[in-house]
């Protein structure tokens, strides 16, 4: 059993276009995040929801928009995709806090052409 | 604000060897923890070790130990008995026990194992 999904892995798009990342994990944690990981492999935080609150909103363009139907999912949409978008984008999960050590997903590795 | 330092970006270990993998970090903060994390070419991000500011015992895992000074904010980790599946980036990450505080990552660092 896959502790936190996302899906999908892999996503190609057009500059424009909108997209959506979905993940869940079973692990019945109360926090979720999401992470960018540029082409230097440079790992930041984007956000942070804690039972379906945002608590963590990093200086992320608000093309990006996280959503929370439960405290198991965390979705990130990104409207007007940009060439700067590629990156892979990591979903994690911990128990409670940031202190907590957090699970990862398996990543989406996004491509704008 | 944090930061994590990771300041170098490859290593390279024959299989069956020890390595150590430094990391400093900055902050004014007195309670924190910090990690470690791996990252293999599968990409999946996987923790390999947890420490809390607040012990002195360095923590241990397997082949896997840290030399913590908190005076210095030093932070490595040392491999002993390297293995193949060990080759990954090595990421060092940091966060205090603050209220909405995130975990902040260093660079990285790429260990490539020799057979």
């Known amino acids: 059993d896959t502790a936190v999904s996302q899906t999908p892995k892999y996503l190609v798009t057009q500059m424009g276009n909108d997209k959506s990342i979905k993940c869940e994990q079973n692990?019945?944690?109360?926090?979720m995040y999401w992470y960018k990981q540029d082409s230097k492999k440079f790992l930041k935080i984007m956000f942070s929801?804690?039972?379906?609150?945002?608590?963590i909103n990093e200086t992320v363009p608000n093309r990006f928009s996280p959503k929370s139907p439960d405290k198991a999912h965390l979705n990130l949409h990104i409207n007007s995709l940009e060439l700067g978008d590629s990156a892979v984008y990591f979903c994690?999960?911990?128990?409670?806090?940031?202190?907590?050590?957090?699970?990862f997903g398996p990543g989406t590795r996004l491509t704008v052409l | 604000a944090q930061t994590v330092t990771q300041s170098q970006p490859e290593m390279s270990v024959q299989e069956a060897e020890t390595v150590t993998l430094s990391c400093t970090y900055d902050?004014?903060?007195?309670?924190?923890?910090l990690f470690w994390y791996k990252q293999p070419p599968s990409r999946q991000m996987i923790l390999v070790i947890r420490?809390?500011?607040?012990?002195?015992q360095n923590a241990t895992e397997n082949r896997f130990s840290v030399n913590f000074q908190k005076a210095a904010k030093s932070f490595s980790l040392k491999i002993s008995d390297s293995q193949l599946g060990d080759t990954a980036m090595y990421f060092c990450?940091?966060?205090?026990?603050?209220?909405?505080?995130?975990?902040?990552f260093g660079k990285g660092i790429t260990l490539s194992v020799r057979p």
């Open positions: 994690a999960s911990s128990q409670g806090r940031s202190v907590d050590t957090q699970y």
């Open positions: 692990l019945g944690h109360d926090t």
């Open positions: 929801y804690n039972n379906k609150e945002l608590i």
């Open positions: 902050t004014s903060e007195s309670n924190y923890y």
């Open positions: 420490q809390e500011a607040y012990k002195q």
């Open positions: 990450a940091f966060v205090y026990t603050g209220a909405n505080s995130k975990l902040t």
